[in-house]
């Protein structure tokens, strides 16, 4: 191939970016690829073709933009404005957790507790990108499902993907965990809470991920207590809660459990053999908190 090529352009940026950011070279040709199509606006077949010309042909500076944000570490997620979850495309944007392939697994534990034809009502806690509520209410077209966020720009992105991606069985509202919907029951409710310890030394690498959807308090699961404790004052009789959590949270998570009522606690791990997620029904009400008798002032 020529050294004045668009192909050996692209091949010198692939080795440059896997000695960058320490990644396969392989990889790194892949990921080249793909943001060249993007930037150029070209197809992986068009590209093929245009890598055995000059690259002096064509306008290259939006391919350099995005080829620089990818050298700083910047993920592909972002830089494309989209990710695969499922079988679907979900659009995502730094103010989003960008989904991951081990949350799959919440949506498949989802899945099997709503039936395909009785209406349920379902709760996504922290609904982010929308990819676990949204993908709830496209595989159960029966369901009503509701997806909450702290964040009003999260909500604006996940409205998008149900927008997109066709689900009109899911509505949502901007609610810090439950504040937002007291005294609403559901027979179901998943979250993929932040779980990350504040000194976790994994933390620098996700630099570019919103820190409040990943950050759990000092031990990484304050989230979880919360929502765990309070979830209960939420669900209907037989209703289940799912959640995810970190590799090394799940005898935490369910003694959590336990203390909160669940019964029939079960686990499961990822396709890494990994422990992911923690499910429980709830075989009884919460009992109410009594209320406070107001002070009788003496005469």
């Not at 498949?108 to 929308?130: H, I, N, Q, W, Y």
């Not at 159960?140 to 066709?166: F, M």
């Not at 669900?235 to 669940?262: R, S």
Request: aromatic letters at 6%; proline letters at 6%; glycine letters at 10%.
């Amino acid at each position: 191939m020529s050294l004045f090529t668009l192909g050996a352009r692209l091949a010198a940026d692939a080795r440059r970016l896997a000695a960058t950011i320490k990644i396969p070279r392989g990889e790194a040709m892949r990921e080249i690829r793909r943001l060249a199509c993007h930037a150029l606006k070209v197809t992986p077949a068009q590209l093929i073709v245009r890598e055995r010309e000059s690259p002096g042909r064509f306008d290259l500076s939006p391919y350099g933009i995005v080829f620089d944000r990818r050298l700083k570490g910047e993920p592909m997620a972002y830089i494309l404005g989209e990710i695969g979850f499922r079988e679907y495309v979900f659009r995502v944007t730094p103010d989003v957790l960008i989904p991951r392939p081990e949350t799959e697994l919440l949506v498949e534990e989802a899945l099997r507790f709503v039936d395909g034809t009785a209406p349920r009502k379902v709760l996504d806690l922290g609904t982010g990108s929308g990819c676990i509520g949204v993908s709830i209410a496209l595989g159960r077209p029966s369901a009503a499902v509701l997806g909450t966020d702290a964040s009003a720009e999260a909500i604006a992105v996940a409205q998008e993907n149900a927008l997109l991606l066709g689900a009109p069985n899911i509505a949502f509202a901007q609610s810090d965990w439950f504040s937002a919907i007291d005294g609403v029951r559901f027979d179901l409710i998943v979250s993929n809470p932040p779980y990350i310890a504040a000194e976790d030394p994994h933390l620098p690498g996700l630099a570019f991920e919103p820190a409040g959807a990943l950050v759990g308090g000092a031990d990484g699961l304050s989230c979880l207590r919360t929502i765990i404790a309070n979830a209960p004052g939420h669900l209907e009789i037989g209703g289940v809660l799912i959640v995810e959590h970190g590799f090394d949270q799940q005898a935490a998570v369910k003694e959590l459990f336990l203390q909160a009522g669940f019964s029939a606690v079960e686990t499961r791990a990822d396709l890494s053999e990994r422990p992911r997620i923690v499910f429980g029904t709830l075989e009884q009400k919460a009992a109410a908190k009594p209320k406070r008798k107001k002070a009788v002032a003496s005469v």
